[in-house]
């Protein structure tokens, strides 16, 4: 559940801002803030089945701008370049191999023409 909880908090910092201002709600005090569906029943005068059905569908809309659009693959690729990057460099503080320097800044490269829009 905690992998969940997460996937969907990266999901919603990516696309959260599609989905309607109660999906929103919704989104950020169930996987956010950590509140039940009752609780958030409660708060907005609806059922829990209700809170549910929000939920789910907000669910799917974020999972469905994933699939479309890739953002979250994107970052995640870049991070783990950029991961791989920093131990080069620290590698080489500790080794003075200048391989890994160049390895360091072909990564980086990699990461700017990623991160470039194209002209």
Not at 75 to 92: C, Q
Not at 95 to 104: E, H, L, N, P, Y
């Amino acid at each position: 559940m905690l992998e969940k909880i997460a996937w969907m908090n990266l999901l919603n910092d990516f696309y959260g801002q599609l989905l309607t201002k109660r999906q929103q709600s919704f989104m950020e005090l169930y996987y956010g803030q950590n509140l039940s569906l009752g609780e958030i029943a409660a708060e907005f005068a609806v059922t829990r089945q209700a809170v549910h059905d929000t939920l789910k569908r907000a669910e799917q809309l974020l999972e469905k701008y994933e699939q479309k659009l890739g953002l979250v693959a994107k970052f995640k690729k870049e991070k783990n370049k950029l991961v791989e990057a920093v131990s080069l460099l620290d590698e080489y503080r500790d080794t003075a191999d200048d391989g890994k320097v160049q390895r360091a800044r072909e990564i980086l490269n990699e990461v700017i023409e990623l991160t470039s829009s194209p002209d």
